[in-house]
């Protein structure tokens, strides 16, 4: 394989896919592959069913027809859901909700393959981890709903890096957020992306944002979807995987 994007697993798998709700066709025959180290941004109108795709994504909701595999996996099958950190649409949180920061942050221990157990001290230095690389270690012990957007989008970006994914999947990160926490938000994913070797998707309608960031060209266009990629680590890719004059 002399491809650069054909060294790299596909890390989701959007095959064929259709969704509805009872009688309300939100999107069909979408398909689209996502490979480590991509950065893929997802775009779409209002109620184009950027939401709607993502829930599919993390197996909150099946699809209607087609599939969604995982890792190669298909995702009825696969079980390794802490290899994927989700931050849902921030308007989903209720502000009122008493959590602290830190309590916040360690609910994303438990992945939902495991039951609650106590803490160990490898838990403690990942919860620790995650708070140090999102800058919210000062906040540990305030009630979430005292902080401001910035510092919540942090907060829920911890939690679902507490387990190192491989895959992180957020939904709209940016909504609501002033121009310069979101170039804070963006140098960090920038990080993230290039430094520790993450897959991210991410949604969005702000299309100044998207061209800024993916360039002005989807790779492709699926239903009412548009998907723009930015990939990491190309060089490294060949001379990694070219071993012994062939790819493996
Ligand atoms: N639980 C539900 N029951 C019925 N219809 C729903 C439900 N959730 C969403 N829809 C409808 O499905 C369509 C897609 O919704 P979705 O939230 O996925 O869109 P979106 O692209 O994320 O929109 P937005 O940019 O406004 O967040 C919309 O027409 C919406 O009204």
């Given at each position: 394989m002399s491809d650069n994007r054909a060294c790299h697993n596909q890390v989701v798998t959007l095959d064929q896919l259709g969704f509805k709700y009872e009688d309300q066709h939100?999107?069909?025959?979408v398909s689209f592959e996502i490979y480590e180290r991509d950065f893929v941004g997802v775009i779409g109108s209002n109620g184009a069913g950027k939401t709607t795709l993502m829930r599919l994504m993390v197996g909150l909701l099946k699809p209607t027809a087609g599939e969604v595999r995982l890792f190669n996996t298909p995702i009825q099958q696969f079980k390794a859901w802490e290899r994927i950190g989700y931050v849902p649409q921030k308007n989903n949180f209720n502000p009122l909700f008493p959590a602290t920061v830190m309590e916040v942050v360690e609910s994303g221990v438990y992945s939902r393959s495991k039951i609650f157990r106590r803490l160990s001290q490898a838990d403690r230095t990942k919860i620790q981890d995650a708070m140090k690389v999102m800058r919210i270690e000062n906040l540990?012990?305030?009630?979430?709903?005292?902080?401001?957007g910035g510092q919540q989008q942090r907060v829920f970006l911890a939690r679902a890096m507490v387990n190192k994914p491989e895959l992180l999947i957020l939904d709209e990160p940016t909504v609501g957020i002033d121009a310069e926490t979101q170039r804070d938000f963006f140098n960090l994913l920038q990080h993230l992306h290039e430094h520790h070797n993450m897959t991210i998707i991410m949604v969005s309608h702000d299309m100044e944002m998207v061209n800024a960031w993916?360039?002005?060209?989807?790779v492709h266009r699926s239903g009412k979807f548009s998907f723009y990629r930015k990939h990491s680590h190309e060089q490294v890719c060949q001379e990694e995987d070219f071993v012994h004059g062939v790819f493996v």
């Open positions: 939100v999107f069909q025959d540990a012990n305030k009630r979430i709903g005292q902080l401001s993916f360039g002005s060209e989807p």
